[in-house]
C-alpha cells in the first residue's frame, strides 16, 4: 500500500529565507503529487500537482516543487517566506486509477519576524 | 463558483450517541471523499462516494457509514460515539476524473464527551 513520509514535524524559519519541506512517498508505480496547505481552522487548499510531464512544478504563492522518481520524493521549496506562510503543509500521493489520496502526517511551518 | 459547504460546522455530542454530519460539494462535482483529522493520526480517508455509489473504503469501523444524494450532496453517519471520535471531519469533492483534484471544505469539528 501507498505510504507518504513527511520527515520533519515542524520547520522553523526566518522571514524572508527559503524554505524545504520534504516529502517522500513509498510506491515508484505510475503516481500522481500534491502539496496542500491548511491555515489555522480551515480546510485544506491545493498548492500544486503533479499529473506527468516536466518534474518542476510551479503552485500558488510562489511554491514549488520538484518530482524526483528515482528518490521517490516530492520537495516543497520557496525561496523567501512571509509571515503569512505561516500554517500546515501536506503532502499526498495518488496512484493511477480511481485510488484515494494518502497524505502524510503534515509539516508545521512556523516563520519568524 | 461556490465552494464546498460543510454543516454544523461544530459540534458537541456525548459518548453512545450518533451524528450525521452534511456535506454540499462544487456544482458540477460527483464525487465527495470524507476525511478524518487528528493530531495523533493526521489525515485518514474514510470513504469516497462518486453519483450515488461508494467507490473507495478506508480502514474504519462500521459505525462509520456514509451516502450521497442523486444531486451529489453526501452525509456521513457515526453511531455510538468514541471520545477517540472526537475529530475535525473534512469533506472534499471533484470532478472524479483523472487528475483528481480535490477541493476541501472547511470542516466539521465534532467534540465527544
Known amino acids: 500500500a501507498q505510504s507518504v513520509t513527511q520527515l520533519d514535524s515542524q520547520v522553523p524559519v526566518f522571514e524572508e529565507a527559503p524554505v524545504e519541506l520534504r516529502c517522500n512517498y513509498s510506491s515508484s508505480v505510475s503516481v500522481y503529487l500534491f502539496w496542500y496547505v491548511q491555515y489555522p481552522n480551515q480546510g485544506l487548499q491545493l498548492l500544486l500537482k503533479y499529473l506527468s510531464g516536466s518534474t518542476l512544478v510551479k503552485g500558488i504563492n510562489g511554491f514549488e516543487a520538484e518530482f524526483n522518481k528515482s528518490q521517490t520524493s516530492f520537495h516543497l521549496r520557496k525561496p523567501s517566506v512571509h509571515i503569512s506562510d505561516t500554517a500546515e503543509y501536506f503532502c499526498?500521493?495518488?496512484?493511477?486509477?480511481?485510488?484515494?489520496?494518502?497524505f502524510g502526517k503534515g509539516t508545521r511551518l512556523s516563520v519568524i519576524a | 463558483k461556490a465552494g464546498v459547504t460543510q454543516t454544523p460546522r461544530y459540534l458537541i455530542k456525548t459518548r453512545g450517541q450518533q451524528v450525521t454530519l452534511s456535506c454540499s460539494p462544487i456544482?458540477?462535482?460527483?464525487?465527495v471523499s470524507w476525511y478524518q483529522q487528528t493530531p495523533g493520526q493526521g489525515l485518514q480517508f474514510l470513504f469516497e462516494y462518486f453519483s450515488e455509489t461508494q467507490r473507495n473504503k478506508g480502514n474504519f469501523p462500521g459505525r462509520f457509514s456514509g451516502r450521497q444524494f442523486s444531486n451529489s450532496r453526501s452525509e456521513m453517519n457515526v453511531s455510538t460515539l468514541e471520545l477517540g471520535d472526537s475529530a475535525l471531519y473534512l469533506c472534499?469533492?471533484?470532478?472524479?476524473?483523472?487528475?483528481?483534484?480535490?477541493?476541501f471544505g472547511p470542516g466539521t469539528r465534532l467534540t465527544v464527551t
Open positions: 499526498a500521493v495518488r496512484n493511477s486509477g480511481n485510488t484515494p489520496l494518502v
Open positions: 456544482s458540477g462535482h460527483r464525487s
Open positions: 472534499a469533492s471533484s470532478s472524479g476524473g483523472k487528475d483528481y483534484e480535490q477541493y
